[in-house]
């Protein structure tokens, strides 16, 4: 599987961005998905996880209720819909899959990762 995300970008905080993920290969309806972040000087991090069929997601307590991943497995894509957005929030975003079905926020479980989108918010 082949990950290539996409939507990054400059905002002010507070500001909504919508990160997208689009995988190529066989199989994308049945991994679990999920985002990463690395911010500079810091090691990535788990932001948030989705189940192979949607149905169940994980989210790290700092995104909690203002971060959303969705999946289409129609289109084999992956979004992040990331609302209120705060200075914290500054970090290269990783999209990757697992072959584990299920929702982890577990890092080394995943197998496939993309190559990162810039986010950049200002205060």
């Known amino acids: 599987v082949q990950l290539q995300a996409s939507g990054g970008g400059s905002v002010q905080a507070g500001a909504t961005l919508r990160l997208a993920c689009a995988a190529s290969?066989?199989?994308?309806?049945?991994?679990?998905m999920g985002w990463f972040r690395q911010a500079p000087g810091k090691e990535r991090e788990f932001v948030a996880s989705?189940?192979?069929?949607?149905?169940?997601?994980k989210y790290s307590d700092s995104v909690m209720g203002r971060f959303t991943i969705s999946r289409d497995n129609a289109r084999n894509t992956v979004d992040l819909q990331m609302e209120s957005l705060t200075p914290e929030d500054t970090a290269i975003y990783y999209c990757?899959?697992?072959?584990?079905?299920?929702?982890?926020?577990?890092?080394?479980?995943?197998?496939?990762w993309g190559q990162g989108t810039q986010v950049t918010v200002s205060s």
């Open positions: 990757a899959g697992t072959d584990y079905g299920s929702a982890t926020s577990v890092q080394a479980a995943y197998d496939y």
């Open positions: 290969g066989r199989r994308f309806s049945t991994k679990a």
């Open positions: 989705i189940d192979w069929s949607g149905s169940s997601t």
